[in-house]
């Protein structure tokens, strides 16, 4: 046996996926020049051909004589091939690309001769033919078969292309037996559950061919969806599957390409088949994800988040979405002993499940957020291309046709481009300039959310309801995303909040509102505060042991009447305060009566106007304001905050020092009745005992009101005083800081209040 010719043979028929039989090819005695390819088995057409690999090479084994592999072409394969026999025919053919495009081509034995390979859409048969095309042209499909010549010289390394149908219609015209239209040939009843994802698919694919594009495709599919498929899918499905078949060039019925299920090849199957998906499946973290719609998402994942349906989400790959879209995408094929060829099946579950829990691909893309809009990455750059941004890892999926965005704006576009984006918002009653400031804040993050690492969370209250601040607060949310922002009620408990916050990352939420909190609430969150200051966010997941790394692109709001950060949110806050400064908010008359549609409607241009302030300070050569950057938040002070302060706005991290809840002053008061206290103003340093004392008497019942007002509960417990001691421990306040100085007599810890300079 020639067991270089056998093992060549077996690798052919797997690449190719048709049969194979041994020939042998020698000179034809009768025409000098010329060659003769006989076939070594005689019913080659019916069987004797295999594609198995053990079989191919018993096959070639009984034939010693074999000089070179015989390729079966049409039927299963749905191979044609064309030989171009010379110059002229080479000629012909360049001339004619829209006919016989660039595709894998086998240089033949003779000179100046090639091989073609095309692939036939499925339900498409042509015969063999000779001088169709042209003199020195021949064909070779259903019924025929062509010599490997591959053994002899490789062939180009370009992939086998789809048969075009200029080239199927100058051969023959397809057969029948292909998907209808109008779906006629899936009858006119019901489609049943379980079938309706195959047939909408195949009647989608002959849409397609007919020269449909997507967004006509997505409508007809669902109307035949509502009045056919029992019962109907959900329209992003049918959407999903009108994008699938529109992915086709248009007159091609059937491009999927053939993914054979061979033994002890997993990793080159899973490979293949990863690759298919690599357009629509993504990584976070070591999860693998997709875009959807809130409806796809879980309930528990979706923690009470009310959200636009329309709204573009993250959504988590199911092992039964991989088997349907590998089924979908790919000629799943397993090879059949009893009918010595390969079948088509079903995406196997293993395959899916191995694929699922694999961890990681490379043909799989790290996905940090959607955009349904240009957007800023962390160079400050603007992307406008739709698709994935390898830049970022965010994807863009336009809703809008933006004007065109400068690329060095000046500074008088940029003031004019900010009094474009406030137009809209200046009937908000804004207690102060710096309100409004903060207003403005809000919807420029928002904007560049994907540049900046951290982002303040965003406090907008009130004096009464009614006045605004809910509306408000979804507006920077209407003007990058076209859609209002994720809102819920505060969490009572920090766990659900944790829950809540980790949920949004992971449905791709970049705004996100906390609605209506109680009237007067100081709000203090570890958990808010830990989640704005966390470039990347990590937590537990619900009923599950992993807890996922995801890069943190959500801006946080909070409503109510009269609330205030408080504790460490204070510096994490920027407060919006809306003030009609009379009884009721009622009876006031605006020029713009929905300012919902008005955004929507006016989105393109504040979006470019947002974009261009950002983008004018960035290109403008000045170096950083006199201003000290927002601890924890200093790309957000150099990307939001600059540009506004350059313009001549207020500084909205102002808000902080006069709407945020003062829990200084009690800390100062306490200080300070320490420090004047007669009891122990004569130590050089004192116990909590000696508070304690000091506070029990009658001249010093000012002491223990002071220690109780700023979280002392039991000023005259010792045990409670030394509580507060510590959780005050370098704290300044009223020109004090609380110094601890040790242990002195058993142990008990002293302490001494030192006088800083402010």
Known sequence: MNKKLADHAAATAHELGTAVFPVRVEPDPTRPGKTVKCPLVSNWTNGAAKIDPDEVRALFAAHPEATHAGLRTGGESRLLVVDLDGPDAQRWAAERPEMLPATRTQPTQRAGGSHLYYSLPAGVELRNSAGKLAPGIDTRASGGFVVDWSIDAPPSGDPIAEAPVALIEELAKPTAGGPSAHGAGDGAGKIPEGRRNDTLFRIAAAWRREGLDESDIADALLKLNASRCDPPLPEAEVRAVAKSASRYEQGDPDARPALRLIGGELHNVADAAERLLAGDVYTQGTKLVRLGVPAELPAAEGERITRDAAQPVIVGVSGEYLRREITRRASVLRFSRQRNQY???????????????????????????????????????????????????????????????????????????????????????YATPAARAAALAHVLTAVARHAIGTSPVFTYTATLAGTGKTLLSRMPALVVGGTPPGLRPFPAQEDELRKTLLAALLAGDTALVFDNIANGTPVRSPALCAFATADVYQDRKLGVSESPRIPNR?????????????????????????????????????????????????????????????????????????????????????????????????????????????????????????????????????????????????????????????????????????????????????????????????????????????
């Open 343 to 429: 079948e088509p099946v079903d995406c196997p579950r293993e395959l899916a499940e191995n694929i699922l829990h694999a961890g990681s691909s490379p043909h799989f893309r790290p996905l940090n957020g959607i955009a349904t809009a240009p957007f800023l990455r962390a160079d400050l750059s603007i992307c406008a291309r739709p698709g994935y941004d390898a830049a970022s890892g965010v994807i863009l999926e336009p809703t809008i046709n933006c004007p065109v965005i400068p690329e060095r704006p000046s500074r008088d576009d940029a003031l004019a481009a900010l009094r474009a984006l406030a137009a809209p918002f200046e009937e908000f009653p």
């Open 554 to 758: 959500t801006t946080v709001a909070m409503t109510g009447n009269n609330i205030s950060p408080a504790g460490d949110l204070v510096r994490r806050s920027i407060v919006v305060r809306l003030d009609v400064n009379a009884e009721s908010p009622n009876g006031r008359v605006f020029e713009i009566n929905d300012l919902d549609a008005y955004v929507r409607e006016h989105r393109p241009e504040l979006l470019v106007a947002a974009l261009t302030v950002i983008r004018a300070y960035a290109v403008s050569g000045v170096d950083m304001l006199a201003l000290p950057p927002l601890p924890s938040f200093e790309r957000w002070s150099r990307v939001v905050r600059d540009p506004l302060v350059w313009l001549g706005c207020e500084d909205p991290v102002s808000t902080q020092e006069t709407e945020a809840d003062d829990e200084v002053s009690p800390l100062r008061a306490a200080f300070t009745e320490i420090a004047n206290n007669p009891h122990l103003k004569a130590m050089s340093s004192f116990k909590a005992r000696d508070i304690v004392n000091a506070a029990e008497w009658a001249d010093s019942r000012a002491l223990g009101e002071a220690l109780e007002a700023c979280g002392c509960r039991l000023p005259l417990e010792p045990g409670e005083a030394g509580n507060w001691l510590r959780a005050n421990r370098g704290r300044v306040a009223g020109g004090f800081k609380l110094v601890r100085l040790g242990g002195s007599h058993g142990n008990v810890s002293a302490w001494r209040l030192e006088r800083v300079q402010k």
